[in-house]
């Protein structure tokens, strides 16, 4: 059973940044495409990035592209956001999530249903 945990939120200026990690553990997410997303109070959780199990193919919203980059290191089976020009509208619970099957040749962001293991997610605050 994976589980997954992210770390990085926190409270942060507009225009800001911060760099979230999620950490996988029990199992080898290597194989796995793996997402971001994001769920703001009394809104329904949204997509924001995703990335390839082999890291060749990365996806966003339209809402963060330019601004987010997502990356991978299989060799520590952790999962990265890097989030850059934070917005206010930014501001919301984030959360990691792997690919329900493995070496996944899906195109496109995808969404919350065709992931599982969700991790417990990390508060993001930006102010204005």
């Known amino acids: 059973q994976v589980q997954l945990v992210e770390s990085g939120g926190g409270l942060v200026l507009a225009g800001g940044s911060l760099r979230l990690s999620c950490v996988a553990s029990?199992?080898?997410?290597?194989?796995?495409?793996m997402g971001w997303f994001r769920q703001a109070s009394g809104k329904e959780r949204e997509s924001v990035a995703r990335i390839s199990w082999s890291g060749g193919s990365t996806y966003y919203a339209d809402s963060v592209k330019g601004r987010f980059t997502i990356s991978r290191d299989n060799a520590k089976n952790t999962v990265y956001l890097q989030m850059n020009s934070l917005k206010p509208e930014d501001t919301a619970v984030y959360f990691c999530a792997r690919e329900k099957i493995p070496m996944s040749f899906r195109v496109g962001l995808g969404g919350p249903a065709d992931f599982a293991s969700w991790g417990q997610g990390t508060q993001v605050t930006v102010s204005s």
């Open positions: 029990g199992l080898s997410v290597s194989s796995y495409d």
